[in-house]
């Protein structure tokens, strides 16, 4: 059977998952199927759907069921082995959201590295410790198994100092205090189809908005990370969902002092209870808020949209211009309002929308949305995570054989 790679992405309570087949052995990964398990730990249901989006595998737990990390990859395992025709889990790529200074690249996994990425806990703790969950669990029961890291962070290692440093003493930056940036999977997709694209784009100054629940914006300058609005950790930046995004440090200081806040009072404040659904008090889905007459939730929507205009305005200077931008992720790529908001604030920059074609439906590759003359183009490219993770997992077991 054609080799393949079983793509996992595990956050608190779910798990997504791709499995992807590399008929040619050095082309491009072809998905099979994908799903999730949801609901861990509390009314878990599974869900399969084939590349063609119909419905293969369904199943539903009790409400309270203890199905956890370790048994729903036991569970997705013996699902996997009619699709697959053998009675083996194939190698697994993992999306991980930090690989601190460390891991610039892809690396296959060991014990000791889960518990040093264990130590970045802190700075991602929505996301670490639950990507790190099912690779744990592999390592205890299947240690035979080819699993690979594929890094959030990686994308950005490559910026300049400059653009990495806080203003802070030297005991302090080095313990590792600085800018790592996020969503690098989904930017470093981008600039893989840019070229094929906008060829001005791809050699040019682009910035890329990744908008969905976390939402950050990326500067690339040739298809390579020169600045990003996520930082320390993956809360800085943009509002988002539920986090604050860049917040005055002082404000932390007078949540301390004024309102008796303690670390983790603040942590679930600004991770969980911000964004836009605190700043609404209604939802965190920008469909909901779109669709709503409420006050809050037009001025939740104002304030997401003026935050990305002045970021971008931001990563168009660390570029020194701009030739195109972006959109991606779940708001960037069905938000077409979002989107019309954005390309007007941005005028100045040379782009000119094109409402036809920002309304149009979407195409899977992505499509224009700017005039055939505007001076920076503007598009929708569909981001692709677990493709790249697929690639990432392929080459390095390839270049390891």
């Avoid at 840019?194 to 300058?221: E, I, K, W, Y």
Wanted: with cysteine; proline share 6%.
């Amino acid at each position: 059977m054609s080799e393949a790679i079983l793509v996992v992405n595990a956050g608190s309570s779910s798990i997504k998952f791709s499995l992807f087949l590399d008929r040619d052995r050095d082309g491009e990964p072809e998905l099979l199927l994908g799903g999730q398990l949801e609901g861990l730990y509390t009314a878990p249901r599974f869900i399969a759907r084939d590349a063609a989006g119909t419905l293969i595998g369904e199943q539903r737990w009790a409400e309270g069921e203890a199905l956890g990390h370790d048994g729903a990859i036991t569970y997705l395992s013996g699902f996997l082995r009619e699709p697959l025709g053998e009675h083996r889990l194939p190698p697994v790529g993992h999306r991980v959201v930090h690989g601190g200074l460390h891991y610039g690249a892809p690396v296959r996994m060991t014990p000791a590295i889960v518990e040093e990425l264990a130590e970045f806990i802190p700075l991602a703790p929505l996301h670490q410790p639950h990507n790190l969950a099912p690779i744990r669990s592999l390592l205890a029961h299947r240690p035979d198994l080819p699993q690979v890291a594929c890094f959030d962070t990686a994308f950005h290692r490559g910026q300049s100092e400059v653009a990495q440093a806080f203003a802070l003493p030297p005991e302090i930056t080095k313990r590792g205090v600085r800018r790592y940036g996020f969503h690098g999977l989904s930017y470093e997709y981008i600039a893989s189809v840019l070229p094929g694209l906008d060829v001005r784009a791809a050699q040019g100054r682009t910035v890329v908005l990744h908008l969905g629940n976390g939402a950050s914006a990326c500067a690339l300058n040739a298809c390579k990370s020169v600045a990003s609005t996520l930082g320390f950790t993956a809360v800085d930046g943009l509002p988002m969902g539920t986090r604050c995004g860049n917040l005055d440090p002082g404000v932390m200081l007078y949540l301390m002092d004024e309102l008796k806040m303690d670390a983790r009072a603040i942590e679930k404040l600004i991770y969980r209870q911000s964004g836009l659904l605190g700043v609404s008090g209604i939802s965190s889905d920008m469909r909901t808020l779109l669709n709503s007459d409420e006050p809050r939730a037009r001025f939740a929507v104002e304030l997401f949209v003026y935050r990305i205009t002045r970021e971008l305005g931001s990563l168009a200077a660390a570029l020194g211009g701009l030739d195109a931008l972006v959109f991606t992720a779940g708001i960037g790529e069905h938000a077409a309002p979002i989107r019309e908001r954005v390309c007007q604030a941005a005028a100045w920059l040379g782009v000119v929308l094109d409402p036809a074609a920002n309304a149009a439906a979407s195409a899977p590759s992505g499509w224009r949305i700017s005039t055939a003359d505007s001076p920076a183009s503007a598009w929708v490219i569909p981001t692709n995570e677990e493709l790249m993770i697929a690639r990432h997992t392929l080459h390095l077991l390839n270049s390891a054989t």
